[in-house]
């Protein structure tokens, strides 16, 4: 079965340059959610889209912003990237928001 | 904010050992997920729990949803190699909180053959 897709699965970035990550959910799923996950940690919430609206917001810095697309896919964009921005970034899907959300494998964001 | 507090944090045991690990919260929770995470890997959903007092069973995975709500325990029975990961139990409250999952600290487990 198809599953969540993210690109890239991994990115090297400096200081205070920007980053686009890119999700793209299961078929049919209409809601996405992106999280972080810092090493020995579990994943926080960052923010979450409905039918291409925002529908949830967590611990999301000012600098990160995202967005779900008409195909249904979301990017997740982070500027003036901080050392402490190192981390997994998951993004997971479900159908509506009260289904289990499937997640993917992740982009393993370093920042040097 | 909810948290959930996960335990044991780690455990290590022999092969076909049984193994017990459980999360509590003092907020409500509508559902509760249990996920496996490999390194390098996203957690995949091993078990979803929708009502109260529910008992639902996974291959050799079984987990319940406490009466109350506020908890939730996952066993693996006759544990294997294979098992060996980071299992996360996450809670979805529903209202102003739709669709944000709250995740357990995780309970590490390693199986020895």
């Known amino acids: 079965a198809a599953g969540v897709i993210q690109s890239p699965r991994h990115l090297i970035k400096e200081k205070r340059e920007t980053a686009t990550l890119k999700c793209y959910p299961i078929p049919r799923h209409d809601t996405v959610y992106w999280y972080q996950q810092g090493p020995g940690q579990d994943p926080q919430f960052l923010i979450s889209f409905y039918e291409k609206m925002q529908s949830d917001k967590g611990s999301i810095p000012d600098r990160f912003s995202a967005q779900q697309f008409s195909d249904y896919h979301s990017e997740l964009n982070m500027s003036s990237l901080e050392l402490g921005d190192s981390a997994l970034y998951f993004c997971a899907s479900s159908l509506g928001g009260s289904q289990p959300q499937h997640f993917g494998d992740g982009t393993r964001l370093s920042i040097l | 904010g909810q948290q959930l507090n996960q335990s044991p944090q780690s455990m290590f045991i022999q092969e076909g050992e049984d193994v017990s690990m459980n999360c509590t919260s003092s907020s409500i929770f509508n559902t509760w997920l249990w996920y496996k995470q490999d390194p390098g890997e996203g957690p995949v959903l091993l078990i979803a729990?929708?009502?109260?007092?529910e008992l639902t069973s996974n291959g050799r995975l079984t987990a319940q949803f406490g009466i109350t709500r506020k908890d939730s325990f996952l066993n693996i029975s006759a544990s294997i190699p294979s098992d060996v990961g980071i299992y996360f139990c996450?809670?979805?409250?529903?209202?102003?909180?739709?669709?944000?999952?709250?995740f357990g600290q995780g309970t590490i487990l390693t199986v020895h053959p």
């Open positions: 729990l929708y009502k109260a007092g």
């Open positions: 996450a809670g979805l409250a529903g209202g102003t909180s739709y669709g944000k999952l709250t």
